[in-house]
C-alpha cells in the first residue's frame, strides 16, 4: 500500500482581489514523479508557494505525510523533508559551488554525512565538481539549475518540488536537466514537478495534472494525458 505523500485539498489563493487559485485538489504518492503542468500564469507557481508557505492559502488543506502543514515556514518544512527548488533558481551568486550545497545542508549537523553527500550531489552534477571553486553567479543558467538542484538534495528531501526547471535553458541543457529529474526519481526521490514543457515533464511521469486558470481540467496517467488530442493541442500544438 503506497504512502500519500502530499495532498493538497480544495485549495484557494487570492492576492490583489485576483483568485489565483481555485479550489485545487491533487496528491502525489511515495515514490511517484507527478507532473502538473499547464500555460504561462495557470496559477502552478502559486500552488507551489502556497505548499511550501511563501504565499498565504485563502481555503483549503495541505498536509505532508498525514499530517497539515498549512501555513508553515518553508524552514520547518525543510526540515520534515519537503524541498522547493524555486523557479529562477536563487542560488547565492557570491558563494563558491561547494559553499551553496553546504547551504543546501543548513538543517542538518551530521558533517561527515554532508561531505558524502556533496559527492554525491558530484557524481549526479559532474560539472560541478569541475568547478567547485567557482562563485555561483559566474556560471551559465543551465550550470545554476544544476547547482539549485543539488543543493536541494542536500537537504535529503522525501518530496522534491521542482518549478519550471527548464525555463529560459537551452535545448542541450533542458535534454540534461530532465535526465538528471529522470535520475533523481529513480534514486528513490518522491517528484512533484511544474513544467510547461509539457510533452517532456509528461514523458518522464507517471501521473500528470493539467491546471488551467487556477484549476485542475484534467488528470490522470501520464501517458494517457500525452496522448489526449486536447492536451496535445492545448500544450503541444497539435
Known amino acids: 500500500m503506497s504512502t500519500t505523500m502530499l495532498k493538497v485539498t480544495g485549495l484557494k489563493v487570492a492576492y490583489g482581489g485576483i483568485q489565483a487559485v481555485k479550489g485545487v485538489s491533487f496528491e502525489v504518492q511515495q515514490g511517484e514523479l507527478v507532473s502538473l503542468i499547464g500555460a504561462n500564469g495557470a496559477g502552478k507557481t502559486t500552488t507551489l508557494k502556497a505548499i511550501t508557505g511563501t504565499q498565504a492559502v485563502a481555503d483549503g488543506q495541505i498536509e505532508f505525510m498525514g499530517r497539515s502543514i498549512k501555513g508553515q515556514g518553508a524552514w520547518n518544512l525543510v526540515k520534515q523533508g519537503l524541498v522547493m527548488v524555486p523557479e529562477g533558481r536563487g542560488v547565492f551568486s557570491r558563494m563558491t559551488i561547494t559553499e551553496n550545497l553546504q547551504m543546501g545542508a543548513f538543517v542538518r549537523d551530521d558533517k561527515p554525512e554532508i561531505e558524502a553527500d556533496i559527492e554525491k550531489v558530484f557524481t549526479i552534477f559532474p560539472r560541478l565538481k569541475e ?80 491546471m488551467d486558470s487556477g484549476e485542475i481540467t484534467m488528470s490522470g496517467d501520464a501517458k494517457a494525458l500525452l496522448s489526449d488530442p486536447k492536451v496535445r493541442a492545448a500544450y503541444l500544438g497539435e
Open 131 to 210: 568547478r567547485a571553486q567557482q562563485l555561483a553567479g559566474t556560471m551559465s543558467g543551465g550550470e545554476q539549475q544544476m547547482l539549485a538542484m543539488g543543493r536541494a538534495l542536500m537537504a535529503r528531501p522525501k518530496v522534491l518540488l521542482l518549478d519550471e526547471p527548464s525555463m529560459g535553458l537551452s535545448p542541450i541543457m533542458v535534454d540534461k536537466i530532465f535526465e538528471v529529474v529522470n535520475d533523481i526519481h529513480q534514486r528513490g526521490t518522491t517528484v512533484l514537478l511544474v513544467e510547461q514543457n509539457a510533452s517532456r515533464a509528461l514523458g518522464l511521469a507517471n501521473r500528470g495534472y493539467v
